[in-house]
């Protein structure tokens, strides 16, 4: 089966711009998570959708960060305006539903360089 | 909510040695435990994982084993390789509904030939 597909694979851009990541979780999958992997950490979980509802979006910076899943199936991560400390790469996972002992699948992330 | 810690930050073996990447977690309520291995420039792929109501898995080389009372978990890789050679990360997940994982910081892991 395809896996979790993200684009672009990487971002370049200057503080206070714009930048849009999009994710298409395994077909499916339910349960769709964002997460922010800075260097030398592990992944932070950002938000979680549940079909294209939010269950849990308690650590997204909300005044500039954004998401959403439009029909339940591809989501999208904005962030406006980008700060030099968003520099990191954001990935997407998908599982097959929310309940806990379900394996999350990684996309291959968007690696976004703030300057 | 949960913390989870995890140790060494590096490891060097050399190849055929064992190695083993502990983590420890606050909340006694979490009750899955995946171990996530990530290769340079990869993405983060699922090699074991254990619940809390089991002590011990193995699947090969890798083995996982779970203390609930000292609430600490460890990884262990036998007969390392050097294809092995990547960063691990544990986590830990509440089931409140929906999963939430919460990583620890990652064990860098080179397998010398």
């Known amino acids: 089966e395809a896996g979790v597909a993200q684009s672009p694979r990487y971002k370049i851009i200057e503080k206070r711009q714009s930048v849009a990541f999009w994710c298409n979780p395994i077909?499916?999958?339910?349960?769709l998570y964002w997460y922010q992997q800075i260097l030398g950490q592990g992944p932070k979980l950002l938000i979680q959708?549940?079909?294209?509802?939010?269950?849990?979006d308690s650590q997204l910076p909300k005044d500039r960060f954004s998401a959403e899943r439009l029909k339940g199936v591809d989501s999208t991560l904005k962030i406006q305006p980008a700060k030099l400390e968003d520099s990191a790469v954001y990935l997407c996972?998908?599982?097959?539903?929310?309940?806990?002992?379900?394996?999350?699948?990684f996309g291959p992330g968007t690696r976004l360089t703030v300057l | 909510g949960e913390n989870v810690e995890q140790h060494p930050s590096t490891l060097s073996v050399q190849e055929g040695d064992s190695a083993v990447i502990k983590c420890t977690y606050s909340?006694?309520?979490?009750?899955?435990f995946p171990w996530y291995k990530q290769e340079l420039g990869k993405r983060p792929q699922l090699i074991i994982d254990?619940?809390?109501?089991?002590g011990e898995k193995k699947d090969q080389r890798i083995a996982v084993t779970l203390n609930k009372t000292a609430k600490h978990f460890s990884l262990h890789i036998t007969e390392t390789q050097p294809e092995d050679s990547a960063v691990y990360f544990c986590?830990?997940?509440?089931?409140?509904?929906?999963?939430?994982?919460?990583f620890g910081t990652g064990t860098r892991l080179l397998v010398s030939p």
């Open positions: 996972a998908s599982s097959l539903a929310r309940l806990a002992a379900n394996e999350q699948f």
């Open positions: 077909s499916g999958h339910a349960t």
């Open positions: 959708f549940q079909n294209n509802g939010v269950v849990d």
């Open positions: 909340d006694s309520a979490s009750n899955y």
């Open positions: 254990i619940r809390s109501n089991v």
């Open positions: 986590a830990a997940s509440m089931n409140t509904g929906f999963q939430k994982l919460v």
